[in-house]
Structure formats: structure tokens, C-alpha cells
């Protein structure tokens, strides 16, 4: 079985411009949580979503927003980037609602130049 | 959300049990610890969790005090494949979403 597929690998932005982040969850996982990971530390809480709902949000700013699809994929999308949102990005997706396993992606290196 | 910490990093001869502590003095009745770890910036890997009760699996023994303060992680027979950051991490709020600390870096020597 296919584990938490993220896209792309890797990708430079330039300050100012937009970037989506894409994720398909393990099949018949449900709720879909999306980390950011900056150099050297663990990794921070932005979002999760349950079919289709957000089921909590992390301390970050209005310029990152996140949906769930029909078919539990979901996308992270930051808008005017900042040199500051360089960092690595988990796609983490779990069973259910409020589950106690977690199964994380490789994750996607966004570069801000 | 419970704070966690844990030392920068640690060393471990092959083959010799490699412990892992984490303080998470705050950490709430309801709350999980969980450890994962990650290697070379990849997504970070499921370990073991536990609320109250010690746990074993196929990877590791998870050891928690009775007042929940802190936990130890423990790898058997450390291997030099074992070498990885180590993250103890609480899992809390509407989400049951995970707070993770900065990690420990284990080198596994040869």
C-alpha cells in the first residue's frame, strides 16, 4: 500500500508569490494534518481536517489556508510568501477523527528566494 | 499544549540499550506521548505512544512515571541505523494534534 504521498519534493518561490502543496492521505484515512518544519526544529502544528472540516488550526497567519477534497487529498496554500516560510512541510494523515496514529509523508522543501 | 524537552543529543555504543529521556511536566490527564523520530529531514516515523501505562512494541519500550512528568524512550539493541533525531511529543486540543519538541540527536557509534 501507498503511504502519505506529498507534492512536489521540492520547489523555489520568489517573496510575494503564491504556492500550493499537495497530499493524498493512506487509503481509507479520513483526517489529513499538515506541519511546517524549519531547520533545526520539530515540526509545528498548522492544520487539520476531518472529511472535509477543519478541525483545528496552529498559530499561523490568514495567508495559509488548507482544504480537504471528496477523496481525503487535501492541499496547503501559503499566499505573499516570506523569506521566513522556507521550510520543510508534513502531510500527516491519520484514520479518523481525533485518532491516535499518525503516518507522515517526505514532505515538501519550499525554498523562498 | 504541553511543552516538552529533551536533551540536544546523545550517543550510544551498537548494540547497547539507548535511552531516551523527555520532560513534559505540563503534560494534561488527557493527554498521549508519543515519539517519533526522522532521518536526514525525511517525514518523521511513528514509534510508540502511551497515556499512563508503560508500552512495548516491535521498536521500542515506552517507560512513563506515575506523575506523567517525563518518559523514557528505550531502543534494546541500538543499531547504527538507529541514528536519527528523536522528538517525545504530546498530542492535545480539538485536533488531538501533535506538539513536538526540538528533538534529540542519537549517534549510534560503531
Known amino acids: 500500500d501507498a503511504g502519505v504521498t506529498q507534492s512536489p519534493t521540492h520547489l523555489i518561490k520568489t517573496r510575494g508569490q503564491h504556492v500550493t502543496l499537495r497530499c493524498s492521505p493512506i487509503?481509507?484515512?479520513?483526517?489529513v494534518s499538515w506541519y511546517q518544519q524549519v531547520l533545526g526544529q520539530g515540526p509545528q502544528f498548522i492544520f487539520q481536517?476531518?472529511?472535509?472540516?477543519?478541525?483545528g488550526r496552529g498559530n499561523f497567519p490568514d495567508r495559509f489556508s488548507a482544504r480537504q477534497f471528496p477523496n481525503y487529498s487535501s492541499e496547503l496554500n501559503v499566499n505573499a510568501l516570506l523569506l521566513g516560510d522556507s521550510a520543510l512541510y508534513l502531510c500527516?494523515?491519520?484514520?479518523?477523527?481525533?485518532?491516535?496514529?499518525?503516518?507522515f509523508g517526505s514532505g515538501t522543501r519550499l525554498t523562498v528566494v | 499544549d504541553a511543552k516538552t524537552t529533551q536533551p540536544t543529543s546523545m550517543d550510544c555504543a551498537e548494540g547497547r540499550a539507548a535511552n531516551l529521556p523527555c520532560n513534559h511536566s505540563?503534560?494534561?490527564?488527557?493527554?498521549?506521548v508519543y515519539w517519533y523520530r526522522q532521518i536526514h529531514s525525511q517525514g518523521p516515523q511513528y514509534i510508540i505512544h502511551?497515556?499512563?501505562n508503560n508500552e512495548t512494541n516491535e521498536m521500542a519500550s515506552l517507560i512513563i512515571t506515575e506523575d506523567r512528568k517525563s518518559s523514557t524512550l528505550i531502543l534494546p539493541h541500538a543499531t547504527l541505523r538507529d541514528t536519527a533525531v528523536y522528538y517525545c511529543?504530546?498530542?492535545?486540543?480539538?485536533?488531538?494534534?501533535?506538539?513536538f519538541g526540538s528533538g534529540t540527536q542519537l549517534t549510534v557509534l560503531p
Open positions: 500527516a494523515s491519520s484514520l479518523g477523527d481525533r485518532s491516535y496514529g499518525y503516518t
Open positions: 487509503s481509507g484515512h479520513k483526517s
Open positions: 481536517y476531518y472529511e472535509k472540516e477543519e478541525r
Open positions: 505540563t503534560i494534561s490527564g488527557n493527554e498521549y
Open positions: 502511551g497515556l499512563k
Open positions: 511529543s504530546s498530542s492535545s486540543g480539538s485536533a488531538r494534534q501533535l506538539t
